[in-house]
């Protein structure tokens, strides 16, 4: 079985400029997360897409920030004017939420670095 | 206040020995989950393993155990029989049953060095 494909894996850009990050969940999860991790930190969720519908986006930076997932499958990640402090990597993670642990598995990650 | 506290940002083991990752938690949920992932430098976090507040026995998986001993709200990780390949950074993270999400909160991790 396939795991959680991220694309790309590393981006530089200079400040200012849009970037997007993509992002394909194991196959059936019907919920799909976007998680920010800062260098020397545990992950921060963005946002959780159960299906299509952003269920919880409330640490995503609306102004800058945005997301979506059409047809409750792949998602996209967008920052636009993208900032110094952006330089992170976002992790993708899925989970299929029909009980159970619920477990989320996630992706290599896409390593950014805003000049 | 954090939910997940790690206070060892960094463990040296030697290879084939048993290390214990530490991991306290902070909850007045009664039920909830507990995550162990580990984090090589390539990235990718890989899931190791998951302790409910509600099993009675300590989860195990493979060479990983969880250490869970819900009065003093630990949940620390043993890996036994260490391998130059379990170098990596180590997150124990929660999930809260009373959000009715499967949101997870992370600690910082700590990172561990296996010396052969």
């Known amino acids: 079985e396939a795991g959680v494909v991220q694309s790309p894996r590393y981006k530089i850009i200079e400040k200012k400029q849009p970037v997007a990050f993509w992002c394909n969940p194991i196959s059936g999860h019907n919920t799909l997360y976007w998680y920010l991790q800062n260098l020397g930190q545990g992950p921060e969720l963005l946002i959780r897409?159960?299906?299509?519908?952003?269920?919880?986006d409330s640490q995503l930076p609306k102004d800058r920030f945005s997301a979506e997932r059409l047809k409750g499958v792949d998602s996209t990640l967008k920052i636009q004017p993208a900032e110094l402090g952006d330089s992170a990597v976002y992790l993708c993670?899925?989970?299929?939420?029909?009980?159970?642990?619920?477990?989320?598995?996630f992706g290599p990650g896409t390593r950014l670095l805003v000049l | 206040a954090q939910k997940i506290t790690q206070t060892q940002p960094g463990m040296f083991v030697q290879e084939k020995e048993a290390v214990t990752l530490d991991c306290t938690y902070d909850t007045s949920d009664q039920s909830y989950g507990l995550f162990w992932y580990k984090q090589p430098s390539s990235g990718e976090m890989i899931f190791l393993i998951y302790?409910?507040?509600?099993?009675?026995q300590n989860a195990t998986e493979g060479r990983y155990s969880l250490n869970f001993q819900k009065a003093r709200k630990s949940a620390n990780l043993v890996i036994s029989a260490s391998q130059l390949g379990d170098s990596a950074m180590y997150f124990c993270a929660m999930r809260e049953a009373q959000t009715g999400a499967n949101n997870l909160f992370f600690g910082t991790g700590t990172r561990l060095t296996v010396i052969p």
């Open positions: 302790q409910g507040s509600y099993d009675e």
């Open positions: 897409y159960e299906n299509e519908e952003a269920v919880d």
């Open positions: 993670a899925s989970s299929l939420d029909r009980g159970g642990v619920k477990t989320q598995y």
